[in-house]
């Protein structure tokens, strides 16, 4: 059980488009998913929080109208990179928390290179 | 707020040998604990947790780790590795209890490179 996926895995797009990605729990509800940013050799960076129906709740300096996280449903949560450049290039990973079991479960992640 | 401390970086081993991976957390309240594995370009899977108990934990894969509240350690072990555990370790802490922030800290991560 407790199974998350994310769309795409793969995505290479030119400097100054936008890229949505993603993530969604597949076999549960997830009133909480999280973003994280990740990259070569390093640990997770979480980006924000995303409840359902409501705003989501960025970190320190996440720029929040960079990336945008819509969590529209117990389900589905967007992250799009508005403007993207080449430092915008990284692996994106995503998570849910069931609460009850304290644990998160994450998606595969997605490689974002941009051109 | 807590942090959590991974102190190897990277650790080479032979296959069939044990190995561990250390794990440090500071906090000011009670935590749970877990340790999670990314095999490359991929996402991290649980390989076990500590939220209250017994302080020998056993996860999957083999792997272990056992809960020292005076040292607060939490130590990630396997008797014997295989090529196939060569991956990426990451250890994790959040406040335990209801009503804490359910936001986890992540240590650095520890690579685990296994040689045949």
């Known amino acids: 059980g407790a199974v998350v996926s994310q769309h795409p895995s793969r995505v290479i797009c030119k400097s100054g488009t936008s890229v949505k990605i993603e993530c969604r729990s597949l076999d549960f509800q997830a009133t909480t998913m999280f973003w994280y940013r990740q990259f070569p050799k390093q640990s997770l960076m979480l980006m924000a929080t995303?409840?359902?129906?409501?705003?989501?709740?960025?970190e320190q300096g996440v720029e929040k109208d960079k990336f945008l996280i819509n969590h529209a449903s117990l389900t589905l949560s967007t992250l799009t990179v508005t403007s993207a450049h080449p430092e915008d290039s990284s692996f994106y990973i995503c998570?849910?928390?069931?609460?009850?079991?304290?644990?998160?479960?994450f998606g595969p992640g997605t490689r974002l290179t941009v051109t | 707020a807590q942090s959590v401390t991974q102190l190897d970086s990277q650790v080479p081993v032979f296959e069939e040998a044990p190995v561990e991976l250390r794990c440090n957390y500071s906090s000011s309240v009670s935590v749970y604990l877990f340790w999670y594995v990314q095999y490359p370009n991929q996402g991290l899977q649980l390989l076990l947790k500590y939220l209250s108990g017994s302080t020998l934990v056993k996860g999957i894969n083999g792997f272990e780790a056992e809960f020292n509240k005076s040292q607060t350690s939490f130590h990630l072990r396997k008797p014997s590795v295989h090529i196939s555990d060569t991956a990426e370790y990451f250890c994790?802490?959040?406040?335990?209890?209801?009503?804490?922030?359910?936001?986890?800290?992540f240590g650095r991560g520890t690579s685990l490179i296994v040689h045949p």
């Open positions: 998570s849910a928390d069931l609460g009850y079991t304290y644990e998160q479960y």
């Open positions: 994790a802490v959040r406040p335990g209890g209801a009503g804490g922030s359910y936001i986890p800290t």
């Open positions: 995303s409840n359902e129906g409501s705003k989501a709740t960025y």
